[in-house]
């Protein structure tokens, strides 16, 4: 349930950039993924992810394919949810 889900602020996903071995996490429309498993599958190449590794990586998606489901692909790595620093689990 929504409960068991890691609640994530910007601040934090910043932290998940992907580089020096930490991993990579981006959202996707309010919904926060772990993309250091798929990144070796993404067929527009592991860079073109990376450009969107610890931020919101919707616009970038939509600019390119809007048409793909990323829900379907990524399920199993969906972390938690973005929300506000303020909303941040105390
Ligand atoms: C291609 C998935 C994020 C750039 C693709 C394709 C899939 C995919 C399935 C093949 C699409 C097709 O042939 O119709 C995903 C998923 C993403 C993601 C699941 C994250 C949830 C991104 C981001 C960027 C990007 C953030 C850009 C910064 C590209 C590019 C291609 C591509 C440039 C190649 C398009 C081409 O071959 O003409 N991606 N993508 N993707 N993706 Fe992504």
Known sequence: GVDSLVRVTPSMLKEKNGRKG???WSSYQGKVYNMTPYLPFHPGGEGEL???AGKDGTKLFMEVHPWVNWENMLGDCMVGILVSEEQAVP
């Open 22 to 24: 930490k991993p990579a």
């Open 50 to 52: 990376r450009r969107a």
